[in-house]
């Protein structure tokens, strides 16, 4: 008899949303996070409606602030700002609150969360999986669901394989009261000078989150980026609050998400939207239903429901994103030109409040014949 019915490796999104979600069903649930919460994670904190709708039913989010407008500029230049009138695009939040409310609501529905508790290597046989900790203690569960982020260790147990690795930047920089006034409810979106690259300005009341992401592999090209971006925006002599970087990674087509008892969700699967590097959907969406199917299946044939609702669910998307980041790398002036017409903001804002994923934005007949002119057909699997 294994001890636990499932163990969760990762207290973020993916993790504490498959622990809400598995506890929620009935399972004997324990999380392990080697951190403490709440803690710092290097993220814009910039949730998208598919968040929302998940996150909105389970915690009371700590929005820090809600966008209406988004300023969109080409290497610094050619800025123009578009508003919308209706819904908020995005909720802004900081992931150490966000977590936390995370952690609370997994422990309410019944988890166990153990902090400070670094998981080494995860293991398994025909009977139970093992997950052993840096102090040496083992613990088994009926199923561990992988959720420790973009290092992780149960990544390479179940064999992810990744095709695309970012490195992303960011600074954390104290809001002086004009920069408040400037960025309340207004992001701002920059297309970066190496093919695929883009900067953010995140509000969140008193703190901007100013960050970058590149290709991995050019260390000091992103690097520069930050500083030339910050140098632009006038906010290079703010106090910084907080300096980190961070990599993100998306899966290859058909990489696994399953080893036998073990599944990995969120980052740790490399589930992310290539073209925007968005995770929290993804990983709040992979992370609860990991959770429901643990928390029903007996055996390891039984989990195999995730790896099919996870092809059918987060694959197309995957492969729309993929899509959107060649003709973004080819033609990155166009992705600009398009943000202002009609039909490209419009598109852009439905994916923003979660009325459109990613593939429902291409399936748009004028988006997929520009995007098959752009020449987004390469990369499809
Ligand atoms: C610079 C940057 C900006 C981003 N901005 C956004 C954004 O604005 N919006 C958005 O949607 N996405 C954004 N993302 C992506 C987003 O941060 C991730 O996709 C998301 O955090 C994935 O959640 P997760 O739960 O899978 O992993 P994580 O959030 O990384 O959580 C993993 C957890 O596992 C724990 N852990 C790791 N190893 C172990 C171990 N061995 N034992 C125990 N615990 C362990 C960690 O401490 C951590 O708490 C950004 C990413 C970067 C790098």
Partial sequence: MAEWDVAVVGGGPGGLAAAHAAASGGARTIVLERAEHPRYKTCGGGLIGTSLSIAGPRIAVPARDTVDAITFTDRGGRAFTRRTRHRPLLTMVRRDDFDFAWYGAAVAAGAHVRQN??????GQDADAATVTLADGEVITARTVIGADGSAAVTSRHVGVTFEQQDLGLEVELAATPGDRAAYRGRVLLDW???PGSYGWVFPKDDELTVGVIMAKGKGAETKQYLSDFLAQLGLADRKVVRDSGHLTRCRSVGAPLRRGRVLVVGDAAGLLEPWTREGI??????????????????TPEEL?????VIERRLAPEMAAGRRMLNVFCRHPRLMHAAMRTPVGWRAFQSFCRGELSMAGVLQRKPIRLAVGLAGGRDRLP
């Fill in 117 to 122: 508790a670094q998981v080494r290597t995860v």
């Fill in 281 to 298: 959907s993804y990983a709040l969406r992979s992370g609860t239903w990991a959770g429901e199917v643990a928390a029903r299946a007996r």
């Fill in 192 to 194: 970066g000078p190496v």
């Fill in 304 to 308: 195999a429901e995730y790896d099919r």
